[in-house]
């Protein structure tokens, strides 16, 4: 019964089905104000006076198409739309407010994939050459052959990288890194 309990309380707050309370309750907090994110400053573009001057200058159709699309954003006191991301504190939070995925939290994840991608790959061909009879001609002149094959290899290092990570092969031992100066 205590291991079905465990189990229940863990996916609840797993979930993040439980429910959120102030620590003293709510008689006590009443002279408080609120603790939800507001976005102080910030007003709603159609609003706003300086975008809708920025707004009336807009001579195209692609602009004032623009300015329509942004006149339902947040603008600041420039009159700029703002982009805001609440932080959520529950675990799927974030799967729930999905609005702006494509403004940052995509882009982010190519980013870091591909940075990614070249990092795992130079350290993929670096190692290689190592193995060669002439490592260091490697490293000056580039055998196209072998750096194609380790950018192919380079795709999938997020699960290379967990692997050997978790065998010990992907750090250096103590033993084997050498220090300068006093220990």
Known sequence: MRRLFS????AFLLLGLAPVVNAAGEAVNADRGSTEF???GLTLCADNARFQERASS???AKDIARF??????????????HL?????IEPFGALANRHHEGDVLIPAHIFIYIAGIIGWSGREYLRASKLTKNPAENEIIIDFALARECLRKGA??????????RSGEL???????TLNGPR
Request: charged share 25%; glycine share 6%; hydrophobic share 35%.
């Open 171 to 177: 750090r250096e031992k103590d033993e084997n890194i």
């Open 84 to 88: 805001i991301i609440a932080a959520t």
């Open 68 to 81: 329509e699309r942004y006149s339902k954003a947040s603008c600041g006191d420039d009159g700029l739309p």
């Open 156 to 165: 999938a290092w997020p699960l290379e990288a967990n692997k050997q990570g």
């Open 58 to 60: 807009a001579s195209t």
């Open 38 to 40: 507001t976005a102080n």
């Open 7 to 10: 189990i229940l309380l863990s």
